[in-house]
């Protein structure tokens, strides 16, 4: 990044509480309207980092520049004046009203012998309106909803007037209206106002859609900083959680979009645990009839892959979101040359190879003929088998003898996707 | 809406109800004094103003009564009711907490033992012409709150709770020290426990002269804190967020407010109540902008002591009641009932 452009830099930050290392030589710069998110689990130092940069804690080493100067030779009101928080909520000790809770923003220009001057007016009827809280600016800030309270202390920092802002979960206790609401007013300040955004996010989708970089925070240190699709991915996010996540695009905004993993505790543990034998599986795909298959050997931790998948096909997406390799094929149309030698590639340096309950046409023909290979090349070869395959032919009867020969050649036939591991 | 101008209106009709306040407390007394003459004599006092004021019409008597007795007793309460309600303010906004007063952190317990061992074993010192009782309950609230304050220091961090924890232990050991010196001086305990249920019997020009000065100038100073308190009370990591130095403010405030407590106690005995309701009676009139409550509440304080007082003096004439019963019979329901018509609002 260019030096000259960055409002924020911080250098080698180590920072320990109570002789527990926080901050690991944390080092990153940011540039003047960037909007980056910093991720991490509880304990992972982002609430540390922003109480650094923003001066509330002290006693770190290394060094903090805003706008090129060092924090350390600040007073806090300039720090205020170049860096505001928004906290997570604010519960001020006695009753003050809407516009008095506003005016404490202009804190850093008022001077402690003097009052609040027309100026300071002006910015606080300027940011209220922006937040729209007008209407209610002689109101009691305790009386107020959880939203409108937000709306008031998001009021409260855009009256500090400075160029960074840094977002300590502004939205975490809000509903859904109301993070949307938010989201939209800082993306609208990171655009129009060209502030420099950083923010940490407790939902993890919330931040990859809007912010232009990615800080990953593990154990005090960065694990990996820039922009979202270099920086998140399912390898990257296990490592940094310690959980397992789907990482998908969004159909619409063709945004990375992350979702957990859920399953009850026996395959949860299985997930974490080594698997017993360390198998190549490759599993014959299409219909959607290899996603249940798919998604039991990756819980059970085997090493996937899968084809051929015409693209638009569910078990593409499956696929795609666990982040496993596979062929495709281009939308309905029958299974090329290429991509059926692709396939046998797959197939020739697997250990296993699946046949789930797939529908057969003249167009996937071809994927019968790849595990008619395997068990040729003296593959284990697992076929689910509960509707018969009569019913599931559609070549007039050529895919139904090819599939009775593999059988016959030494098929493993089970009646249902969980069988599957028992053969394992 | 300017903050100074509603300042302004605010103590301007405070500061009216405190002259008025003041003649009919020069009025009321032993001696039957007319508003009228009251009146005359106060004015006869004001520079510039006594010209136009024929003394000679006045009775001598009267004059010497208004002058050297009724005066520095009004004067005398009107300061300590500034301090303390000074005080109250500043604690309840340092600890965020509503149910602070003057002596939360042991001001009173220390004063009280100091003034026991000054009444009991030490003979009159005569310094500056202050009783000794003072002087002594004066180190003993000082000592206590250095004290207190030492012991809630953790590495340049005062530490709210240890302070109101500390306050409270220490207050228990000391009030036990002043009940065993009590039983063992069984015939000094009147005087004892007079002193500490507080009051100005004792109240003369050379007390005032002392108390005034140190007063005003430590309100004074604590007064430019108090957009600092405000946003204290958001609390501390907020309070830093918008750039005030929160660990500097609140050490100031912390010791100003414990010499404002210190000095006021020390001078009139343990007086409850005043530092803790006056702020809440403001907090409901002016909001609790520390900016107009702290001034208002100062003002406010005066008028409140100066009513108790004047109460406590006159009620069973001639028999003085401690202005510190005044204070918590009458003060005490007031406050409940401002309590119960207001239900949560004033926090």
């Not at chain 1, 998604?295 to 696929?319: F, K, P, R």
């Not at chain 2, 004074?220 to 405000?230: A, E, K, Q, T, V």
């Amino acid at each position: 990044m260019n030096r000259d452009n960055s409002v924020l830099s911080v250098k080698n930050l180590n920072f320990s509480y109570n002789h527990k290392k926080v901050l690991d030589n944390v080092s990153f710069d940011v540039g003047r309207e960037d909007f980056i998110s910093i991720l991490g689990p509880n304990g992972a130092g982002k609430s540390t980092l922003v109480n650094l940069i923003s001066g509330v804690i002290k006693g770190y080493e290394g060094i903090i520049k805003v706008g090129g100067r060092n924090i350390k030779d600040s007073n806090p009101k300039d720090i205020a004046k170049m860096i505001a928080v928004v906290p997570q909520y604010t519960n001020p000790a006695f009753g003050f009203t809407v516009a008095e809770m506003v005016m404490m923003g202009r804190n850093p220009y008022i001077s402690r012998f003097g009052m609040e001057r027309k100026e300071d007016f002006n910015e606080v009827g300027k940011v209220m309106e922006k937040t729209r809280i007008l209407s209610f600016a002689e109101r009691k800030f305790s009386e107020l909803s959880g939203g409108e309270k937000q709306r008031v202390i998001i009021a409260q920092v855009l009256a500090q007037d400075s160029p960074i802002l840094l977002l300590d979960e502004p939205t975490s206790h809000l509903d859904i209206n109301f993070q949307i609401e938010f989201i939209n007013l800082f993306l609208n300040l990171n655009k129009k106002d060209k502030k420099t955004i950083i923010g940490i996010f407790h939902d993890i989708n919330l931040a990859i859609q809007n912010s232009k970089k990615i800080m990953l925070l593990k154990e005090g240190r960065v694990y990996d900083f820039g922009r979202c699709e270099k920086v998140i991915s399912r390898q990257s996010l296990k490592s940094v959680f310690n959980s397992d996540v789907f990482v998908g695009k969004n159909p619409i905004t063709k945004k990375m979009y992350v979702s957990p993993i859920f399953s009850p505790t026996g395959q949860r543990a299985a997930a974490g645990k080594k698997v017993k034998k360390h198998l190549r599986i490759h599993v014959i795909g299409g219909g959607g009839a290899a996603s249940p298959v798919i998604n039991l050997l990756q819980e059970s931790g085997y090493d996937l892959s899968c084809g051929v998948i015409n693209t638009l096909d569910t078990d593409l997406d499956t696929a795609q979101m666990l982040g496993i390799p596979y062929v495709t094929e281009a939308p309905f149309s029958p299974i090329s040359i290429g991509s059926q030698n692709k396939n046998l590639q797959f197939v020739k340096s697997s250990d296993v190879v699946i046949l789930p309950e797939l529908e057969f046409g003249y167009g996937n023909f071809s994927n019968l003929v790849s595990v008619k290979e395997a068990v040729g090349l003296g593959k284990k070869v697992i076929i689910v088998d509960k509707k018969s395959i009569g019913k599931r032919d559609y070549t007039g009867g050529k895919a139904e003898k090819l599939y009775r020969k593999i059988i016959k050649d030494g098929a493993i036939v089970v009646k249902s996707v969980d069988k599957v591991l028992s053969h394992l | 809406m300017g903050t100074g101008r509603k300042t302004l209106k605010y103590i301007l009709i405070l500061l009216i109800l405190l002259i008025l306040m003041v003649i009919v407390a020069s009025s009321i007394g032993a001696a039957k004094i007319g508003l009228k003459d009251t009146s005359l004599i106060l004015a006869s006092f004001i520079p510039g103003i006594n010209h136009f004021i024929d003394t000679a019409r006045l009775d001598l008597r009267d004059i010497v009564i208004i002058s050297q007795i009724r005066i520095p007793r009004i004067f005398l309460s009107i300061f300590v009711g500034i301090a303390l309600a000074s005080a109250g303010v500043i604690f309840q906004g340092l600890f965020r907490n509503p149910m602070a007063d003057p002596f939360v952190i042991g001001v009173s317990a220390g004063a009280a033992l100091g003034a026991t061992i000054g009444l009991v074993f030490v003979k009159d010192i005569g310094l500056l012409n202050i009783s000794t009782t003072t002087i002594f309950a004066l180190f003993g609230a000082l000592a206590t709150t250095f004290l207190v304050y030492g012991i809630s220091r953790i590495k340049g961090k005062v530490s709210v709770i240890t302070l109101l924890l500390s306050g409270i232990a220490l207050s228990a050991m000391l009030s036990a020290m002043t009940y065993l010196i009590m039983i063992f001086k069984t015939h000094d305990m009147a005087k004892i426990v007079f002193w500490i249920m507080g009051g100005f019997t004792s109240a003369s020009w050379s007390n005032f002269i002392i108390l005034a000065p140190v007063v005003t100038t430590l309100v004074i100073i604590s007064g430019f804190f108090m957009r600092d308190l405000n946003i204290i009370s958001l609390g501390d990591e907020r309070a830093a967020q918008l750039g005030v130095q929160v660990d500097r403010v609140k050490k100031i405030l912390l010791v100003l407010a414990s010499l404002i407590a210190a000095v006021a106690v020390s001078m009139s005995g343990i007086i409850g109540f005043v530092g803790l309701i006056t702020p809440h009676i403001l907090r409901l009139l002016v909001g609790p902008d520390h900016k107009i409550l702290y001034p208002t509440s100062a003002v406010a304080g005066g008028i409140v002591l100066l009513m108790s007082d004047t109460l406590a003096r006159t009620v069973l004439m001639p028999r003085e009641i401690p202005v510190g019963i005044i204070t918590s019979v009458i003060g005490v329901p007031f406050f409940l009932y401002l309590l119960v018509k207001s239900k949560r609002q004033i926090f």
